[in-house]
């Protein structure tokens, strides 16, 4: 075994020990009690069978659970069961191997897998899932075998689908500030963007890639075997170089730093903000189509639009990459259009209007207009970042709450809760259902579209802690997350419209540590600095 692994055992195992709460087996909430809340867990373990074990079996979930997950108090039931149960099907994923935990996408063994069965296409989802947990191991454990696990280079399929890891760390250092985790595994990051760069990249600057590469096989756009250049890989490169900027002015920022490291580190800051800038300007100028007011995939064989809307075209708003008050907003009108991605059961993956939706046949996973959690989670993220960061007038928290809503609906089967591959638009069935195959399917988010948008956590670098909820005042008239870790802290966020629910005053209050630190009548964005 290599030495850097051995270093990033030892500083996921001092994580561990770091956190009480999680040692002790319990909730470090201040408000709500967890036992309230172990029902559900009784609950889905009595509700169906347990074909595959991994490292926590469902007798031991509820321990689990108390110990990492957030907790989790509101009026409407099906929000409150699904929180539970996404964490509760979570992990079922967690595998335990020689070099650590990894975080399996199928429970059952897929061909096209890594060692562990490990699949790359949802690294970034779940490294945006298990941020939220107490115990930092899994996704230490996980990233330090992909990209050191193969005698100390990346694992052999780690490139096998496009995804956003760079990008996806920083945002967990958003949360946790995991400054030396993350400086420490800097070279192995910038190499895997390069990578990327020297196999994807089309002569007039854009990415391409293959729909079954991106995770997405047959859209409309493409098809399983046709490059394109694509909304998702171009926004994650953009992603990927904005965050890699940011690390290396991190480390340009040490204390002790030689003068000669410091230069280097700054000129590779600077070498991945201008890349970022150049994605930008590339996406913004050739994937947005001015007729559709819509980000689409251009065909490599032509240089052509594909002149279809398609939900990847969302997905430069997840890294805020395009620029406000532009007119690329007008493209979020289509998330409240029948004709466009809002069906009964959520999201389509393409434009409903479209002659070739939902014509490639069921079956075979295909994205040319079902509804994929895995994109709802894309779509989801960067709606709260339009919400946020974006002056517009085209959606709003309402909005955000009923496609919330609908996600929360469409994630039951034979009623009971479910999360599986890809569900039929209009009928909510999950089109492979009854496969074990699609049981427990770890390729979407849920909790952190909740903590990010609902509860509106918005993790920052510095010590500011800010929040805006994504729910209209008038929809509950109480709410609670509690024992959030962030920063080093426990943080609470907890609406009482009148006071008479929680009984530690009325509208919207921050806590940190159980201190109350911030509060505001209305339910608005709210921040507090961090003692």
């Known amino acids: 075994m290599k030495k850097s692994i051995i270093v990033m055992s030892l500083l996921g195992l001092w994580s561990v020990l770091a956190l009480s709460p999680a040692r002790a087996g319990q909730s470090g909430a201040k408000i709500l009690k967890a036992d309230d809340y172990k029902h559900y867990a009784d609950y889905f373990n009595r509700m169906e069978d347990e074909p595959i074990i991994q490292a926590i079996p469902n007798k031991d979930a509820w321990a689990w659970m108390e110990a990492n997950i957030p907790l989790f108090a509101c009026p409407q039931d099906n929000f409150e069961e699904m929180w539970y149960f996404r964490w509760w099907s979570l992990r079922k994923g967690l595998r335990e191997t020689p070099l650590g935990y990894v975080v399996n996408e199928f429970l059952v063994q897929r061909s096209y897998s890594d060692k562990y069965n490990i699949i790359a296409c949802a690294i970034g989802h779940q490294v945006n899932e298990l941020r939220w947990a107490a115990d930092q191991r899994y996704i230490d454990d996980y990233l330090n075998i992909w990209l050191r696990g193969n005698e100390g280079q990346p694992m052999?399929?780690?490139?096998?689908?496009?995804?956003?890891?760079?990008?996806?760390?920083?945002?967990?250092?958003?949360?946790?500030?995991?400054k030396d985790w993350l400086l420490d595994m800097l070279p192995?990051?910038?190499?895997?963007?390069?990578?990327?760069?020297?196999?994807q990249r089309w002569p007039e600057g854009l990415y391409w890639q293959g729909d079954v590469q991106d995770g997405m096989e047959e859209s409309i756009s493409g098809g399983r075997r046709?490059?394109?250049?694509?909304?998702?890989?171009?926004?994650?490169?953009?992603?990927?170089?904005?965050?890699?900027?940011?690390?290396?002015?991190?480390?340009?920022?040490?204390k002790g730093l030689k003068a000669k490291d410091r230069r280097a580190a700054q000129a590779k800051a600077k070498s991945f903000a201008l890349r970022a800038d150049t994605m930008k300007r590339l996406v913004e100028n050739r994937?947005?189509?001015?007729?559709?007011?819509?980000?689409e995939t251009r065909w490599i064989k032509d240089g052509q639009l594909a002149q279809v809307r398609?939900?990847?075209?969302?997905i430069p708003w997840y890294f805020d990459l395009p620029t406000p008050q532009k007119g690329f907003e007008e493209a979020w009108l289509q998330v409240t259009d029948p004709k466009g991605f809002l069906a009964p059961y959520g999201l389509t993956t393409a434009e409903r209007r479209h002659p070739a939706f939902r014509t490639h046949g069921t079956g075979n996973c295909e994205w040319d207009g079902a509804v994929w959690p895995f994109a709802t989670s894309q779509t989801m993220t960067a709606l709260a970042n339009v919400l946020n960061?974006?002056?517009?007038?085209?959606?709003?928290?309402?909005?955000?709450?009923?496609?919330?809503?609908?996600?929360?609906?469409?994630?039951?089967?034979?009623g009971r809760p479910y999360i599986g591959e890809y569900l039929d638009e209009t009928t909510g069935y999950w089109l492979k259902g009854d496969q074990l195959r699609s049981r427990y399917y770890n390729h979407s988010t849920f909790a952190d579209l909740v903590v990010t948008g609902l509860m509106g956590l918005r993790p920052r670098a510095d010590e500011t802690l800010e929040v805006n909820p994504l729910i209209p005042e008038k929809q509950w008239p109480w709410f609670c997350l509690d024992n959030i870790h962030y920063h080093g802290h426990i943080v609470t966020i907890l609406w009482d419209a009148d006071g008479s629910h929680f009984g530690k005053g009325s509208g919207l209050s921050l806590f940190v540590d159980g201190?109350?630190?911030?509060?505001?009548?209305?339910?608005?964005?709210?921040t507090a600095e961090m003692k």
């Not at 960061?389 to 034979?414: A, C, G, K, T, W």
């Not at 201190?515 to 709210?526: D, F, G, I, M």
């Open 156 to 178: 052999s399929k780690l490139m096998k689908f496009s995804s956003w890891i760079p990008y996806a760390l920083y945002q967990r250092y958003l949360v946790w500030q995991d």
């Open 287 to 295: 994937l947005w189509n001015d007729e559709h007011k819509f980000f």
């Open 515 to 526: 201190e109350k630190v911030a509060n505001s009548p209305r339910l608005q964005r709210l």
């Open 226 to 254: 046709i490059k394109n250049a694509r909304p998702t890989i171009n926004s994650y490169m953009y992603g990927n170089a904005k965050a890699l900027s940011a690390m290396y002015a991190m480390k340009a920022a040490e």
């Open 310 to 314: 398609e939900a990847i075209g969302f």
């Open 188 to 199: 192995d990051l910038d190499a895997h963007y390069m990578a990327w760069e020297e196999t």
């Open 389 to 414: 960061n974006y002056p517009q007038n085209y959606v709003n928290d309402s909005i955000y709450f009923r496609l919330m809503e609908l996600y929360v609906e469409s994630q039951y089967h034979r």
